[in-house]
């Protein structure tokens, strides 16, 4: 009940890569999930249904964007980015600052 | 770190009643979130983006299934769907048994 973020995220996978996608989220790099630990980034997951990705994560820090631009410095997340990102492909239109991933906003929560 | 299962689903808005969902979830009826509570659902959210609704809950009971039919046999829980339902419409064209709002499999989690 403290300054909890709840934060949600879809994408397109490509179908030519999702088997792909699958695979390497078999086995996360641990470094990467370090990364997102040590920013503040704590239950996260991933869930698929047909060619779209739903992310889901919740944020414990104070800074959310600052978090993310320190995820977005590590050597080891942006060497897996150049993995993943080439099997996403952005599906909602609208979008802020080109980000693949777009954010959904809240609409309800009960805890 | 116990048995919580996490589940995620995601449905299309009617362009039409996408006002109409926003205002109804800024107020569900409390025994809407009682029935959800009473049957081990928690940490529930509702996501939007442009018109698809993504939903993540936690588990905690031990049978899903049976407390999913006892979520659908409150009286208050169906006269609330009467109002939600014609909002919705199936935007994932794989289905299984009829439901309108598709199950996502989780393909990574980190705690």
């Excluded at 989220?25 to 704590?42: G, I, M």
């Excluded at 992310?55 to 993310?68: L, N, Q, S």
Aim: hydrophobic share 40%; proline share 5%.
């Amino acid at each position: 009940m403290t300054g909890i973020e709840r934060h949600a995220l879809v994408v397109g996978v490509r179908p030519e890569k999702r088997e792909e996608y699958l695979e390497l989220h078999s086995a996360v790099w641990p470094q990467v999930e370090k990364t997102l630990s040590d920013c503040n980034v704590t239950n996260y997951s991933i869930h698929i249904v047909e060619n779209m990705l739903f992310a889901y994560y919740e944020y414990v820090g104070t800074d959310h964007a600052a978090d993310m631009a320190r995820i977005a410095e590590d050597e080891v997340t942006r060497e897996w980015w150049t993995h993943t990102d080439p099997c996403q492909v952005r599906i909602v239109p609208e979008t802020d600052l080109g980000a693949v991933w777009q954010p959904l906003r809240e609409v309800w929560h009960l805890a």
